[in-house]
């Protein structure tokens, strides 16, 4: 009798073993099956992870790009573990985020090259700014220092020795034309060149507005110091960053089929950068 009911116990706590287990890897499928959360700012650079996104679900890799209209908030996002993966900053924006905000992101492999130009609807070439014209920067720190140093660039104003990339305007040391350098969100460079001389437009927002970078004043292009400053990165949580999930797709992201789209669809403006 004692045998049988111990033999019932053996039964039943491998029955439950056996659940526990089934439950387990029904999570874990489940979870696989879910797509991954890739986090974009709105524009372009959405466009060329939905061509991943094709290429990795024939691969058995279902991802979902979800597209921001605030710089912030793809980080954001990913910190609270609400995406998986975002691609739309370099990595001196994304250490700036990180430490002021307290997040634990990492930055992975490099994505595309996006530099930026100096846009203008009312001058061909920046020597015919006038003096006391206005003209627009972004209002992040880590952005700002591209704007400023492609307008020194172009003969407008005169920075500083040696800040380079990490300029601000208290930096500005001439300014013969006496111009007035607004900082506006990203976002509404483009926009702002109704009201404005000039302004700085990144690329995603520059191609949003029909702005072609080969015809800018001059292109970002013409500054090699600031090429770290347009390599787009992926970045995802410290604890996230060895996923299987997010290694694959980045390298379906980083194949020649998503680059040839890349050099179809926007003839040199933004380039592969791998």
Do not use: C
Not at 14 to 41: E, F, R, Y
Not at 58 to 70: P, R, S, V
Not at 170 to 191: F, G, S, T, W
């Amino acid at each position: 009798m004692k045998a049988l009911s111990r033999f019932r116990f053996l039964s039943l706590a491998a029955s439950g073993l056996l659940l526990a287990s089934l439950g387990t890897a029904a999570l874990a499928q489940s979870a696989a099956d879910k797509p991954l959360k890739v986090g974009v700012s709105a524009g372009p650079y959405g466009d060329i992870l939905r061509e991943a996104a094709k290429l990795s679900e024939k691969q058995g890799l279902k991802a979902e790009i979800i597209e921001f209209t605030d710089w912030n908030q793809p980080n954001a996002a990913l910190d609270a573990g609400d995406i998986d993966l975002n691609n739309f900053q370099h990595k001196f924006y994304l250490a700036n985020q990180s430490k002021a905000r307290n997040y634990k992101l990492v930055a992975l492999d490099d994505s595309i090259l996006v530099p930026g130009g100096i846009h203008s609807k009312k001058y061909t070439k920046a020597s015919d700014i006038p003096n006391g014209a206005k003209i627009a920067i972004p209002n992040d720190p880590t952005n700002a220092g591209r704007a400023l140093l492609l307008f020194e660039k172009a003969g407008l104003i005169k920075l500083k020795p040696d800040v380079g990339i990490k300029a601000t305007v208290q930096d500005v040391a001439e300014n013969p034309k006496k111009l007035q350098i607004v900082e506006i969100d990203a976002a509404q460079l483009a926009r702002s060149l109704d009201d404005v001389a000039a302004a700085f437009v990144s690329s995603n927002y520059a191609y949003l507005a029909g702005l072609d970078l080969n015809k800018a004043l001059i292109p970002e292009t013409s500054s090699p110091e600031a090429k770290p400053y347009y390599t787009l990165l992926f970045a995802a949580r410290e604890d996230r960053k060895d996923d299987p999930r997010i290694k694959k797709f980045i390298a379906i992201y980083r194949s020649q089929p998503v680059k040839d789209f890349i050099d179809n669809k926007f003839k040199g403006s933004i380039q592969a950068a791998w």
